[in-house]
C-alpha cells in the first residue's frame, strides 16, 4: 500500500521559509510524477508544483521564483522549498504523486494523496 508522509510544515511570517518534505512508501513502481497542491478554506484545492522523474518540473505561476520543486528517487522523497511566503501562502499543503501528466491540472487524476500538512503565515 502506497502512502506519502509529508513533513515540515508551521507557522511563519511575512517574508520567512520553510521547506516541505514528503517520503513515499510501498511502491512497486515510483510515480512518474510527484507533486504538491494546497487547499485553504473556501478554495478549491490547487497544484502549486509538480516534478517528472527526469527531473522537469512546472510551477504555479503565483508561487513562481520564491518555490522551488526538487525529488531524489532513490528516497523516493519530493521536496518543496518555499521562500517569500505571503499571506495568501496560507493553506494545507498536499503531498501527490500520479502516472498521467494531466493529474497537475486534473487533480481528480491523482492517484495517491499524502495527509496534508499546515502551513501558516501570520504577523
Known amino acids: 500500500q502506497v502512502q506519502l508522509v509529508e513533513s515540515g510544515g508551521g507557522s511563519v511570517q511575512p517574508g520567512g521559509s520553510l521547506r516541505l518534505s514528503c517520503a513515499a512508501s510501498?511502491?512497486?513502481?515510483?510515480?512518474?510524477?510527484m507533486g504538491w497542491f494546497r487547499q485553504s478554506p473556501g478554495k478549491e484545492r490547487e497544484g502549486v508544483a509538480d516534478?517528472?522523474?527526469?527531473?522537469?518540473?512546472t510551477i504555479r505561476e503565483a508561487v513562481k521564483g520564491r518555490f522551488t520543486i526538487s525529488r531524489d528517487n532513490r528516497k523516493n522523497t519530493v521536496y518543496l522549498q518555499m521562500n517569500g511566503l505571503k499571506l495568501e501562502d496560507t493553506a494545507k499543503y498536499y503531498c501527490a504523486a500520479w502516472w498521467d501528466g494531466r493529474g497537475f491540472t486534473m487533480s481528480t487524476l491523482v492517484d495517491y494523496w499524502g495527509k496534508g500538512t499546515l502551513v501558516t503565515i501570520s504577523s
Open positions: 516534478i517528472a522523474y527526469n527531473g522537469s518540473a
Open positions: 510501498g511502491y512497486t513502481y515510483i510515480s512518474n510524477f
